[in-house]
């Protein structure tokens, strides 16, 4: 049974709205990535050297990234020997089925947060200004509230003209506290406070935010480590998560910050925000493969649902959808 089958049989017949999601958010790379593909497959009647040359090209300009690329097409060139595949048609399925594998490769670690049952977790939200930090942290206080946990939001990105008052809106519009202090104040002092209040409160999540310069990275780190030692004095074990929140549209970019954050701090997973607003949402695969950090929440739209916990192949058969819905 090909791949495109097996997604055919599991999604199209799906009422699950997250499918959809997936699907809806993903038409700017699917547009730009399978019509190139559908494009390549027309225009060469067997997969030979070129027809291999001209994909690389396709995936790399998809920001799949130069060395995810290299492994897809060495694994492509060993399936399409091993299955005797001649007609560029049938190698289709194979493309797909070889992103999920390379997404997944030998990582048997999943996508969910490490959420504690009865004892307060804590996240903790890095990531540059303007990636769409805030409204993540208030779309997923808002997830959380709709679950009926009790959570907490930290205003710790002090330095920043308007953070604090941003958080306070989300905060206002989810219905959750908002612990905060003076603009200029000390992060560190914040998050004390805010873990204070959080355990006052019986909450069950204390979302903390942080301050995204990356100007002066010793300096970035030093906030960031005394940010997670305060916080871990307060509550052993945590933070929990250290989610690194990402813009997908910034394609490249979003990688140079991402091998940043990851050495300033142990960032557990990625939340790739505007997947819905890029024709490159290759990323995903380059952010997981070159970097070992999974990718545990996407953006996929403007609505507050909108954010969703990331899934492989939910996610190739937003990119396929196309072709899997012809599948016979």
């Given amino acids: 049974m090909s791949f495109f089958k097996k997604l055919k049989d599991k999604f199209t017949t799906s009422t699950d709205n997250v499918t959809e999601k997936f699907k809806d958010g993903l038409s700017k790379t699917r547009n730009n990535f399978t019509s190139r593909v559908n494009d390549l497959v027309a225009r060469y009647r067997k997969v030979d050297e070129d027809f291999f040359e001209e994909l690389e090209e396709i995936l790399i300009g998809a920001d799949v990234g130069f060395d995810t690329v290299m492994e897809l097409i060495d694994e492509l060139k060993m399936e399409v020997k091993r299955r005797n595949i001649q007609d560029t048609v049938d190698i289709q399925p194979v493309i797909s089925e070889k992103l999920v594998e390379i997404y997944q490769g030998e990582h048997d670690d999943d996508n969910t947060l490490n959420i504690k049952e009865n004892e307060l977790t804590v996240l903790l939200f890095v990531g540059v200004n303007g990636v769409g930090k805030t409204t993540t942290i208030g779309k997923m206080a808002h997830m959380f509230k709709e679950e009926g946990k009790n959570v907490v939001l930290a205003a710790g990105d002090t330095f920043r003209a308007g953070a604090i008052e941003q958080l306070e809106v989300w905060g206002e519009r989810v219905g959750v506290p908002v612990i905060k202090q003076a603009a200029g104040s000390d992060p560190a002092a914040v998050m004390f406070d805010a873990v204070q209040s959080a355990k006052a409160k019986k909450a069950d999540i204390l979302i903390c935010d942080t301050a995204g310069r ?62 819905d607003g890029t024709a490159k949402g290759g990323i995903v695969l380059a ?21 969703q916990p990331f899934d492989a192949e939910k996610y190739v058969y937003g990119l396929f959808s196309n072709l899997v819905d012809k599948e016979e």
């Fill in 214 to 275: 990356l100007q002066n990275k010793v300096n970035l780190m030093k906030e960031l480590e005394k940010v997670k030692r305060v916080i871990e004095r307060e509550v052993p074990g945590a933070p929990h998560e250290v989610l690194l929140v990402l813009d997908a549209t910034t394609g490249q970019n979003a990688m140079i910050q991402a091998k940043t954050f990851k050495e300033a701090t142990n960032v557990t997973g990625i939340v790739l925000t505007k997947l």
């Fill in 287 to 307: 952010i997981r493969n070159e970097l070992n950090i999974p990718v545990k929440y996407v953006g996929l739209g403007e609505k507050m649902d909108d954010l």
